[in-house]
């Protein structure tokens, strides 16, 4: 069966092209995608090179990840099942992750028109739930789990270092569950989208010292620390800030650097957590808390291109030269 994907040829290169999906079985599905949304950090160090997979960074030696369809996210229309399928019918809105494929790298790919799935790995988008705001399900997944991770009281204070999507919704869960917020990045622009007030708080760390801004909102200490982006060393200089028993969340791509020191993590007794990809669970209370209005994914997307312009999507994020948040990819 041909469909259209969007293809990583080499590193650096980006192509809209036809490739082949194989004939879906009696328990799987084909999805027409309508949306998909870009995961910029995992399928940007993909398109550089820098890893393999989607946690394990690319080593000297290693064969390159090409040709690759990358993405693992996107909202479309059920346009056919097969005779055994029972939980999804023709017609229905959905959330697909990855569709079968062939001739690839790996097996699987995310930004396909037609997606072969297994039913159970579709989740239907409830009707007052937009399919664009669904379409980046696993990542918003993926920042939920982060602010999920740790216990917390009412009125404790979480530290997210990251002003990237999952640092937004790993910021939006932990304050949804009551704790008062302090987000930490370098860009103004993406702080913005994390309004100040009722608990919650911005630091540039370019301008400010995190340490003397995070200690006049909790002199008494942060309970949570989650790392969604940059260096891992920066969890280390935010270590004297931590309470006793305090949580760290690790969730960033670490590429070679991903030493901690365990020993230091003993003074205050500190818990170290690594989420890492995606469970039913998790969606389905991810997808619950964006239909109750309580995570916010819209308001997050600063991009949509027409999938023909892929590349041009691609140079967006690669360059950096503008606010980059979340980009979208239309398809229908």
Same mark, same amino acid.
């Given at each position: 069966m041909k469909a259209m994907a969007v293809v990583f040829p080499d590193r650096l290169k980006v192509e809209y092209r036809e490739v082949t999906v194989p004939e879906p079985g009696p328990y799987e599905i084909v999805v027409r995608t309508h949306y998909s949304w870009i995961s910029n950090g995992t399928e940007g160090s993909l398109l550089r090179g820098e890893r393999v997979n989607g946690e394990t960074p690319y080593k000297p030696g290693d064969r390159w990840p090409f040709p690759i369809v990358a993405g693992y996210q996107s909202t479309?229309? $059920?346009e056919s @099942?097969?005779?055994?399928?029972?939980?999804?019918?023709?017609g229905e809105w959905v959330f697909c992750p990855m569709g079968r494929i062939d001739g690839m790298y790996e097996a699987w790919g995310g930004h396909?028109?037609?997606?072969?799935?297994?039913?159970?790995?579709?989740?239907k988008i409830p009707e007052d739930v937009s399919p664009i705001a669904a379409s980046g399900l696993v990542l918003t997944q993926v920042? *939920?789990?982060c602010g999920i991770r740790a216990p917390i009281n009412i009125?404790? $204070?979480?530290? @997210?270092?990251?002003?990237?999507?999952?640092?937004?919704w790993a910021a939006q869960t932990l304050h949804w569950r009551g704790a008062k917020v302090i987000l930490a990045g370098k860009h103004d622009d993406r702080l913005s989208f994390f309004p100040e007030g009722n608990n919650r708080y911005r630091v540039n760390v370019t301008r400010q010292d995190i340490l003397e801004v995070v200690r006049?909102?909790?002199?008494?200490?942060i309970q949570v620390l989650v790392h969604s982006s940059g260096p891992l060393s920066s969890v280390m200089e935010c270590h004297p800030l931590m309470k006793h028993d305090g949580h760290i969340v690790s969730a960033g791509f670490i590429k070679e650097d991903s030493l901690i020191d365990v020993q230091r993590l003993r003074f205050g007794e500190l818990a170290l957590h690594c989420p890492s990809g995606w469970s039913r669970q998790r969606?389905?209370?991810?997808?619950?808390?964006?239909?109750?209005? *309580?995570?916010?994914?819209?308001s997050l997307i600063t991009h949509r291109?027409?999938?023909?312009?892929?590349?041009?999507?691609?140079? @967006?994020?690669?360059?950096?030269?503008?606010?980059?948040?979340?980009?979208?990819?239309?398809w229908v």
């Open positions: 479309g229309i $059920v @099942v097969g005779d055994s399928v029972q939980l999804v019918q023709p396909i028109s037609l997606k072969v799935a297994h039913e159970t790995q579709v989740w920042g *939920y789990n009125s404790d $204070v979480a530290l @997210v270092i990251g002003d990237g999507m999952v640092g937004h006049a909102i909790a002199p008494c200490g969606m389905d209370e991810t997808l619950s808390l964006i239909a109750s209005g *309580y995570l916010d994914t819209e291109f027409p999938v023909k312009d892929a590349a041009e999507a691609w140079n @967006v994020i690669i360059a950096r030269t503008e606010t980059v948040l979340g980009v979208i990819l239309e």
